[in-house]
T-cell receptor, first 116, second 112 residues
Framework: DQQVKQNSPSLSVQEGRISILNCDYT??????FLWYKKYPAEGPTFLIS?????DKNEDGRFTVFLNKSAKHLSLHIVPSQPGDSAVYFC???????????????FGQGTILTVHP | DAGITQSPRHKVTETGTPVTLRCHQT?????MYWYRQDPGHGLRLIHY???????DKGEVSDGYSVSRSKTEDFLLTLESATSSQTSVYFC???????????FGQGTRLTVV
């Protein structure tokens, strides 16, 4: 039972254009959503997050949108750069306290390739 | 640099042998996690710890055990390695007030 899904295994965009990565979830108890970026032979690095009470969070070229009614979030990268080429993971947290302990549930990842 | 060191970085082992992976942190964070990354599955939680000697199972814990005898070290043991445990293993730490976790560089384990 995959609670967080990234249905697009890969995405290819031209440098300077917008990259849109999508993520769907099923658990209504998720209170935070995060995006991580991963380069080959490195660990995932945190990119941006959004609380479930917000619908948008922006950090430079990166914006995350949350649609709670559709249980869908997306990461927009504008403008895309070749250095953005990496695997992007969507993740979700079901609270920090109780028995949750801040555990993250990850999607399968999307490979983004930005062509010069 | 989140102060996380995983060792070894690469290991090849034979089926049936025990293997221990080490995660060491310099930040004294309470929460530590072990994930494995496999194609088509993303990152899946194996075990986690919320303090010294306090650990619990994640979603793919079968065949794995963990120990945390001191704050800075979180050990993952494959009791009897199988080929299905060939994977890349990541340790993560999470500061108390943070939502995000910080990951180590990973250990690539091959079971032959």
């Amino acid at each position: 039972d995959q609670q967080v899904k990234q249905n697009s295994p890969s995405l290819s965009v031209q440098e300077g254009r917008i990259s849109i990565l999508n993520c769907d979830y099923t658990n209504s108890m998720f209170d935070y959503f995060l995006w991580y970026k991963k380069y080959p032979a490195e660990g995932p690095t945190f990119l941006i997050s959004i609380s479930s009470i917000k619908d948008k969070n922006e950090d430079g070229r990166f914006t995350v949108f949350l649609n709670k009614s559709a249980k869908h979030l997306s990461l927009h990268i504008v403008p895309s750069q070749p250095g953005d080429s990496a695997v992007y993971f969507c993740a979700a947290r079901a609270g920090a306290g109780g028995t949750s302990y801040g555990k993250l549930t990850f999607g399968q990842g999307t490979i983004l390739t930005v062509h010069p | 640099d989140a102060g996380i060191t995983q060792s070894p970085r690469h290991k090849v082992t034979e089926t049936g042998t025990p293997v221990t992976l080490r995660c060491h942190q310099t930040e004294n964070h309470r929460y530590m996690y072990w994930y494995r990354q496999d194609p088509g599955h993303g990152l899946r939680l194996i075990h986690y710890s919320y303090g010294v000697k306090d650990t619990d199972k994640g979603e793919v814990s079968d065949g794995y055990s963990v120990s945390r005898s001191k704050t800075e070290d979180f050990l993952l043991t494959l009791e009897s390695a199988t080929s299905s445990q060939t994977s890349v293993y990541f340790c993560a730490i999470r500061p108390l007030l943070n939502t995000e976790a910080f990951f180590g560089q990973g250990t690539r384990l091959t079971v032959v």
